[in-house]
């Protein structure tokens, strides 16, 4: 089992900045994927990044240039750094840990980011 915990939402105006992070403890397989989701009222849950273990990642064209995800391996902790943050950003953010030895799904409570215009 792998818990989820996330911390870092909040408020701001759009053009600001905030950085999300996420920290997994529990039963923890060196090959995973951490990622985030986001969902908006009224709208499907969409991936917003994803980084594997190794380092590589991809991301969302709505926010290419704008987020960076990254991780610490030792901490099995994932962060989001987002920077000129648009109103349409507004959502509640999940975290996601995917164990590929299990091929097991692992998510977050979630964390409300509002951007204001």
């Known amino acids: 089992q792998v818990q989820l915990v996330e911390s870092g939402g909040g408020l701001v105006q759009a053009g600001g900045s905030l950085r999300l992070s996420c920290a997994a403890s529990?039963?923890?397989?060196?090959?995973?994927?951490m990622g985030w989701y986001r969902q908006a009222p009224g709208k499907q849950r969409e991936v917003v990044a994803r980084?594997?273990?190794?380092?590589?990642?991809n991301y969302a064209d709505s926010v290419k240039g704008r987020f960076t995800i990254s991780r610490d391996n030792a901490k099995n902790t994932v962060y989001l750094q987002m920077n000129n943050l648009k109103p349409e950003d507004t959502a509640v953010y999940y975290c996601?840990?995917?164990?590929?030895?299990?091929?097991?799904?692992?998510w977050g409570q979630g964390t409300q980011v509002t951007v204001s215009s």
């Open positions: 996601n840990f995917f164990d590929m030895r299990s091929q097991s799904d692992y």
């Open positions: 529990g039963s923890i397989f060196s090959i995973n994927l």
């Open positions: 980084i594997s273990s190794g380092g590589s990642a």
